[in-house]
């Protein structure tokens, strides 16, 4: 299909797990991909390279906490194709947390999955929403998750960080709804991604409960998400903003 034919979009945390899979299913949709990761992003886009052509998936290596790496990541997408039109912030500190209770968060661990998770959205609108206004389109989605609206013990960090992910994304929207730049966050419930479906553990203390909650009694798959972050990239939303979709199963209602 082609909804997002000539479309450029940049996924941030493309390297693995749902990153990539968000990234392969804009391609499919004929977007151009930059994937843009702390980790190496290259063996997706070559997946995509192969299927599309070489000039369908780029790799830039973003810190996206980083506010001179985001500059470059989209002064360099621009060089690809001259604009920009969708950015989905997936990137965050996430699989590699272990659960901690309260009383024994580092602050310094604090402040990286603040800086990743709430800052790194921050500096992707800032340095992208520039763009969108001159071309008076855009799409931004933001990666929530469910535990924004259910809270989750001993995971008080991460669970903050995806509480102000909302927030983000309603105050964007009212601010960037002038220029028709559309945002929306896609919160996804527990999804069986490449780290989660490795982390024996986590899945020990978490599907049962989490399948428990759900009105559709199974596990989250990644292509689950893949209709509505499609729908959110393309014009089929684009009288749609601030708002929340959340694939889950069923567990929250938002
Ligand atoms: N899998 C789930 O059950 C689930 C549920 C709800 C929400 N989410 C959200 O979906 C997203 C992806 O989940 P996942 O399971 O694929 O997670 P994951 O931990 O496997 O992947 C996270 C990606 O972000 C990248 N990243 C981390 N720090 C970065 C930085 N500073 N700059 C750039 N990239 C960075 C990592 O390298 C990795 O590629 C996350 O935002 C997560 O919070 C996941």
Not at 2 to 9: S, T, V
Not at 21 to 49: K, M, N, P
Not at 154 to 165: E, P, T
Not at 231 to 250: K, Y
Request: with cysteine; aromatic share 4%; hydrophobic share 45%.
């Amino acid at each position: 299909m082609d909804r997002l034919k000539d479309q450029i979009a940049i996924v941030t945390g493309a390297g693995v797990g749902l990153g990539a899979v968000y990234s392969r299913a804009l391609a499919d949709e004929g977007a151009t991909v930059v994937l843009a990761d702390i980790a190496d992003a290259t063996s997706v886009a070559e997946s995509i390279q192969e299927k599309h052509g070489s000039a369908r998936a780029h790799v830039i290596k973003t810190d996206v906490s980083a506010e001179k790496q985001v500059e470059a990541l989209i002064t360099q997408t621009l060089a690809i194709s001259g604009k920009l039109d969708i950015v989905v912030n997936n990137a965050a500190v996430f699989s590699s947390l272990p659960p901690a209770a309260v009383t024994e968060i580092d602050v310094e661990l604090w402040d990286t999955v603040m800086a990743v998770n709430v800052r790194g959205l921050f500096l992707m609108a800032k340095h992208a929403a520039p763009h969108m206004i001159k071309n008076k389109a855009g799409k931004i989605i933001n990666i929530a998750s469910g535990v924004a609206y259910k809270g989750m013990p001993n995971m008080l960090h991460y669970s903050a960080s995806k509480g102000a992910v909302l927030t983000i994304t309603r105050s964007l929207a009212r601010e960037l709804g002038a220029h028709n730049i559309c945002v929306n966050t896609l919160a996804p419930g527990l999804i069986m991604s490449d780290s989660i479906a490795a982390n024996e553990e986590h899945i020990d203390d978490y599907r049962a409960p989490v399948i428990a909650s759900r009105s559709l009694k199974r596990d989250g798959l990644p292509e689950d998400l893949i209709g509505a972050l499609i729908f959110l990239a393309s014009a089929e939303s684009d009288f749609m903003t601030g708002q929340t979709v959340a694939v889950d199963g069923g567990s929250i209602n938002t």
